[in-house]
């Protein structure tokens, strides 16, 4: 089974500044995809970045971008030019890549980000 | 819109009583799954479908359970609420190897 580790509970951070969020994760697979989701106090779950294991380019959309370190099992989230916006919580999640659709999504605990003037 | 529909946004419930949370996609998505989330404790995965009349059971299925008729809906049944249940419920699914979609959650409360 896997196993998603988030240490850290809740950060801040100012705004226009730079935040990394950790997540460690454990499996024996070796083919799998890596999610971070952002949860904002609206409830809604979105999507917020994609790696798949294989590819060994970090990821970036806009202002988020990942350091995917496959053999230490790290896939942190950078956030830079934090905006007002950004607060909410973070999950980072794991699934793996199978060739049909029976793939199961297991989170972290979250990490709560709230990003102050 | 396409999207995850779910009904309804907040629910509360006495001890013992019976309701279903409905979930509906417009995706032709094969896989559904059912997730409740809790504080410090992400989001859990209750029971899911990889496809019409074919159901399993996740992390946290006693307590619940779910039926996939069509492609389109997946419900969720709470036979006799207990205030474990008391959660955010949120279903989901996906259609190929991008990101799973999710509804916007039903807040339930049982007392």
């Known amino acids: 089974a896997q196993t998603v580790t988030q240490s850290q509970p809740e950060m801040s951070v100012q705004e226009a500044e730079t935040v990394t969020l950790s997540c460690t994760y454990d499996?024996?697979?070796?083919?799998?995809?890596l999610f971070w989701y952002k949860q904002p106090p609206s409830r809604q779950m979105i999507l917020v970045i994609r790696?798949?294991?294989?590819?060994?380019q970090n990821a970036t959309e806009n202002r988020f971008s990942v350091n995917f370190q496959k053999a230490a099992k790290s896939f942190s989230l950078k956030i830079s030019d934090s905006q007002l916006g950004d607060t909410a919580m973070y999950f980072c999640?794991?699934?793996?890549?199978?060739?049909?659709?029976?793939?199961?999504?297991?989170f972290g605990t979250g990490t709560r980000l709230q990003v102050t003037l | 819109n396409a999207g995850v529909t779910q009904t309804p946004k907040f629910q509360v419930l006495k001890t013992g009583q019976s309701m279903t949370l409905q979930c509906a996609q417009d995706?032709?998505?094969?896989?559904m799954s059912w997730y409740r989330q809790d504080p410090g404790m992400g989001l859990r995965l209750i029971h899911y479908?990889?496809?019409?009349?074919?159901?399993d059971q996740g992390e946290v299925p006693n307590g619940y359970n779910v039926s996939r008729s069509t492609t389109e809906d997946f419900p969720l049944r709470l036979l006799s609420a207990a205030p474990s249940q008391t959660s955010v419920y949120f279903c989901?699914?996906?259609?190929?190897?991008?990101?799973?979609?999710f509804g916007s959650g039903t807040r339930l409360t049982v007392v």
């Open positions: 989901a699914s996906r259609g190929g190897v991008e990101g799973y979609t």
């Open positions: 499996t024996s697979e070796s083919n799998y995809y």
């Open positions: 790696q798949e294991a294989y590819k060994q």
């Open positions: 999640a794991f699934m793996k890549r199978n060739t049909g659709t029976a793939s199961k999504l297991t």
């Open positions: 995706m032709n998505h094969e896989y």
């Open positions: 479908s990889v496809g019409a009349g074919i159901t």
